[in-house]
């Protein structure tokens, strides 16, 4: 019976992280939005950052209003901020409405990202699976990010009968499964709810907490895994167009398709294998595997070797933040929401790299983004042989 009562509490809060993968479609999407704008990769590459940048102003003031409206109903907030966000292109089309969808869709997912991975150690008491729980709600969002080309390709055939003028219907399809997430979530009882509190930190004293030297290197290795994460997204079909005259709309849409299948599979797999070996262990050959793989796609030109590395990008990294979030909270456990709000601010790392990225892209060539996601990786690399966490009871 207990069994059953953890997966009836389980699964809602696993949809949420399908929400929670929305913010990838800024990947395809931006190269859709690119072609119907007639904008430069710099000014293509600030899309993301709509969508990424609310991270750094939003999630600690959310981290310490969580304390009074409890963790399930901050989920819902985000829903609701969400379901907004994704029916403003439908009133009126156009470069603004669509940006303001963005950053809707970043607000909502700030506030969601914030309060869902606390919300899951509501329902998984046991320490011992928590990060195998973190993990498992990262294979759910990569089958998300996996499905985020498919919703665009579904928008323009359905809806536009093959015209990529109406890709952006895409927005509402997401807004409906955003509904469906939360009524889901409204009407389960979650069994172990956190009092209600006016009580909490401040911003002053959540920002403190970066004086922990192992707090701050997680907090920046965060920023760089994210960073990681959509600057792959944002460049893969751009590198193989580059590369070997690929289209968006058509061939281009092969990379990320490779990248979010390896995500998926390798958070899948991540997910099992870390109840069985120390996830440090996990942590530091996935990361090294992602270096070489890196360097690989940098001075290789062929287009099955490059599709490769960017799958083997997606797939070994895709536990790397569920680990660094796992150690964060084991190192301070007693202040998980005030830890998820500053943690989840360095996911902002999505819009500081890709700007850099598509900079360094119109300045040096698609190889000098890479680069630029080589340097990200380069510093997780020192955050999992430098920085020891242990467990708190």
């Known amino acids: ?14 949809f949420g992280f399908f929400v929670m993968g929305f913010c990838d479609i800024v990947g395809i999407s931006s190269d859709y939005a690119q072609k119907a704008f007639g904008w430069s990769n710099t000014m293509t590459g600030f899309v993301p950052s709509m969508v990424f940048i609310w991270f750094f102003f939003l999630s600690i003031p959310v981290g310490i209003r969580m304390n009074k409206w409890g963790r399930k109903n901050t989920v819902l907030i985000s829903m609701a901020v969400t379901i907004l966000g994704m029916v403003i292109p439908l009133v009126n089309y156009n470069a603004v409405t669509c940006l303001a969808a963005y950053a809707l869709l970043g607000i909502g997912n700030t506030i969601l990202q914030v309060s869902l991975n606390p919300l899951l150690t509501n329902v998984v008491t046991d320490k011992k699976l928590l990060t195998s729980s973190l993990t498992a709600g990262q294979v759910v969002k990569a089958l998300s990010s996996f499905a985020g080309p498919y919703i665009v390709l579904f928008a323009v055939n359905y809806f536009g009968k093959g015209d990529t003028e109406f890709w952006y219907y895409s927005f509402p399809i997401m807004g409906a499964i955003t509904l469906l997430s939360g009524l889901w979530l409204f009407f389960t009882p979650i069994a172990k709810e956190e009092k209600e509190t006016e009580k909490g930190s401040s911003f002053g ?14 907090f920046l290795g965060i920023f760089f895994v994210v960073g990681v994460d959509v600057a792959i997204n944002f460049i893969s079909s751009k590198l193989m167009s580059s590369r070997f005259g690929w289209e968006p709309d058509q061939g281009g849409l092969a990379p990320q398709q490779v990248y979010f299948i390896c995500r998926t599979v390798g958070a899948f797999i991540g997910a099992f294998l870390m109840t069985k070996i120390a996830e440090m262990k996990y942590f530091r050959f996935n990361i090294l595997a992602c270096v070489v793989s890196l360097l690989i796609l940098a001075f290789v030109e062929r287009s099955a070797v490059d599709l490769a590395c960017i799958g083997a990008v997606g797939f070994f990294a895709s536990c790397i933040f569920s680990i660094i979030f796992s ?15 500053l943690m989840i601010t360095a996911v902002a790392g999505g819009a500081v790299v890709t700007p850099v990225l598509g900079f360094a892209t119109d300045k040096v060539g698609i190889i000098g983004g890479v680069f630029v996601i080589l340097l990200c990786v380069l510093y997780l690399t020192y955050c999992a042989f430098g920085v020891k966490v242990a467990p708190k009871s």
């Open 1 to 14: 019976m207990k069994k059953n009562n953890l997966m009836l509490g389980l699964l809602p809060v696993l």
């Open 327 to 341: 150690m964060a909270i084991q190192h301070r456990p007693e202040k998980a929401n005030e830890i998820s709000g």
């Open 205 to 218: 004293q959540t920002l403190s907490l970066l004086k922990d030297n192992k707090i701050l290197l997680l």
